[in-house]
């Protein structure tokens, strides 16, 4: 079974740039989290969609932040401008449909740092 | 606020010896606690959920409501068990501690 993918996996910017992240879950997952991982924390959950509707938006800071899944398959995550606190790890993360199990599979991550 | 406690950033232990990571939470209902795991070079990955109550690798852990804590245990660290350790409370949203690197010394 292919897993989560995500592109790109390294990425430095500027500061006040902009930059966008792809991620591809696994066949059949309805769910897809966004998560961001700073170093020496845990990861914390950006954006939850179900299929193309978000689910839980709360912890976006949708000034700078935005995500998309149009097609309820693929998902891509924004960050414009970036700032110097936004370097971090930005993981995707899906889930198969409820009742089968609640596990959640993350991809390899793609690492910002922002100069 | 604070919903998920790992109170150690670092565990060294020598191989053979046992291990236990403290996981405390805060949530006022049933929790669904889940303990992840990330080798190095690897994505995070589920090690064991609390409601399946199996044992993973060698890995338990036993959820204490009363002293709302879901340490994870084993009795034999084997140096394959060196890694980062993250617990993790599933309500309507998995929110994940800072983790727990551990480092099985030969």
């Known amino acids: 079974e292919a897993g989560v993918a995500q592109s790109p996996r390294y990425k430095i910017i500027e500061k006040r740039q902009s930059v966008a992240f792809w991620c591809n879950p696994i066949?059949?997952?309805?769910?897809l989290y966004w998560y961001q991982q700073i170093l020496g924390q845990g990861p914390k959950l950006l954006i939850q969609?179900?299929?193309?509707?978000?689910?839980?938006d709360s912890q976006l800071p949708k000034d700078r932040f935005s995500a998309e899944r149009l097609k309820g398959v693929d998902s891509t995550l924004k960050i414009q401008p970036a700032k110097l606190e936004d370097s971090a790890v930005y993981l995707c993360?899906?889930?198969?449909?409820?009742?089968?199990?609640?596990?959640?599979?993350f991809g390899e991550g793609s690492w910002l740092t922002v100069v | 606020a604070q919903r998920v406690t790992q109170p150690e950033k670092l565990l060294s232990v020598f191989k053979g010896a046992p291990v236990e990571l403290k996981c405390n939470y805060s949530?006022?209902?049933?929790?669904?606690l889940f303990w992840y795991v990330q080798y190095s070079r690897q994505r995070l990955q589920l090690l064991l959920r609390?409601?399946s109550r199996e044992s993973i690798k060698g890995f338990t852990a036993d959820l204490n409501k009363g002293e709302t804590s879901f340490h994870l245990k084993k009795p034999f660290a084997q140096e394959e068990d060196s890694a980062m350790y993250y617990c993790?409370?599933?309500?309507?949203?998995?929110?994940f501690g800072a983790g727990t690197t551990v480092t099985v010394r030969a």
């Open positions: 969609f179900q299929n193309n509707g978000v689910v839980d």
């Open positions: 066949s059949g997952h309805a769910t």
């Open positions: 949530y006022s209902g049933s929790p669904e």
């Open positions: 993790a409370l599933n309500d309507y949203k998995l929110s």
């Open positions: 609390h409601i």
């Open positions: 993360a899906s889930s198969p449909p409820v009742g089968s199990g609640n596990t959640i599979y």
